[in-house]
C-alpha cells in the first residue's frame, strides 16, 4: 500500500535561513508528487507539484523540490525563510486524483526573527 | 473565480443529530472529494466521487454517508455523529486526468459533543 512519511514533526528554523523540509514515500507505480502548505485556520495550498521530467521543480513562494527515484524521496526546499513561511507543510503522493492519493502527516515549521 | 465552497464553516452539534456539510465547485470537475484532518495523522480521505452517481470508500468511510446528484455537489452526511467525528473536513476537486492538481474548500471545524 502507499505510504508517505516526513519524519520530522516540527522543525524550527531563524529567518533568513535555509530550510528543507524531508519526504519519503511508497508507491508501486509511478508517482505524481505534491507539496500543499496550510496557513494556520486555512485550507491547502499547493506549491508544487512533480509529474514527470526534470526532477527538480519549481514552485511557488521561493519553493523548490527535487524527486530522487532512488530515494524514494521528494524533499521541500527554500534557500532563505520568511516569517510569513511558518505554516504546516504536507507532502502527498497518488496517480489518480481521487483513488490512491495519500497525504503525509505533516510538518509544522515555525520561524524565529 | 474557481472555487470548492463548504458549509458550514465552524459548527458544534450534539451526539446522534444528523448534519449535512455541503460542498460546491465551480470547475465542472467530474472528481469530488471528502477529507478529514486530525492532528498527527494529515489528511485521510472519507469518500471519492469520479462522477455523477459514482462514489467510492476512502480509507475512513465509517460513519459517513455522500451523495453525488450533481457534478457540482458533493455533500457529506453524517447520520449519527459521535464526538470521535470531531475534526477538521475539508471537500476536494480535481479535473479527471491523472495527476492532477487537487482544489481544496478551506475546511470545516465539526465538534462533536
Known amino acids: 500500500a502507499q505510504s508517505v512519511t516526513q519524519p520530522d514533526i516540527h522543525i524550527t528554523v531563524s529567518e533568513g535561513a535555509s530550510l528543507e523540509l524531508r519526504c519519503n514515500y511508497s508507491y508501486g507505480a509511478t508517482p505524481y508528487l505534491f507539496w500543499y502548505v496550510q496557513s494556520p485556520g486555512q485550507g491547502l495550498q499547493l506549491l508544487l507539484k512533480?509529474?514527470?521530467?526534470?526532477?527538480l521543480v519549481q514552485g511557488i513562494k521561493g519553493f523548490e523540490a527535487e524527486f530522487k527515484r532512488s530515494q524514494s524521496s521528494f524533499n521541500l526546499r527554500k534557500p532563505s525563510v520568511h516569517w510569513s513561511d511558518a505554516a504546516e507543510y504536507f507532502c502527498a503522493v497518488g496517480a489518480h486524483y481521487g483513488q490512491n492519493f495519500v497525504f503525509g502527516p505533516g510538518t509544522r515549521l515555525s520561524v524565529l526573527p | 473565480e474557481a472555487q470548492v465552497t463548504q458549509n458550514p464553516r465552524y459548527l458544534i452539534t450534539v451526539t446522534g443529530k444528523k448534519l449535512t456539510v455541503t460542498c460546491s465547485q465551480n470547475m465542472n470537475h467530474e472528481y469530488m472529494s471528502w477529507y478529514r484532518q486530525d492532528p498527527g495523522l494529515g489528511l485521510r480521505q472519507i469518500y471519492y466521487s469520479m462522477n455523477v452517481e459514482v462514489t467510492d470508500k476512502g480509507d475512513v468511510p465509517e460513519g459517513y454517508k455522500v451523495s453525488r446528484k450533481e457534478k457540482r455537489n458533493f455533500p457529506l452526511i453524517l447520520e449519527s455523529p459521535s464526538p470521535n467525528q470531531t475534526s477538521l473536513y475539508f471537500c476536494?476537486?480535481?479535473?479527471?486526468?491523472?495527476?492532477?492538481?487537487?482544489?481544496f474548500g478551506e475546511g470545516s471545524w465539526l465538534t462533536v459533543v
Open positions: 476536494a476537486s480535481s479535473p479527471g486526468d491523472s495527476g492532477n492538481t487537487i482544489y
Open positions: 512533480y509529474f514527470s521530467g526534470d526532477t
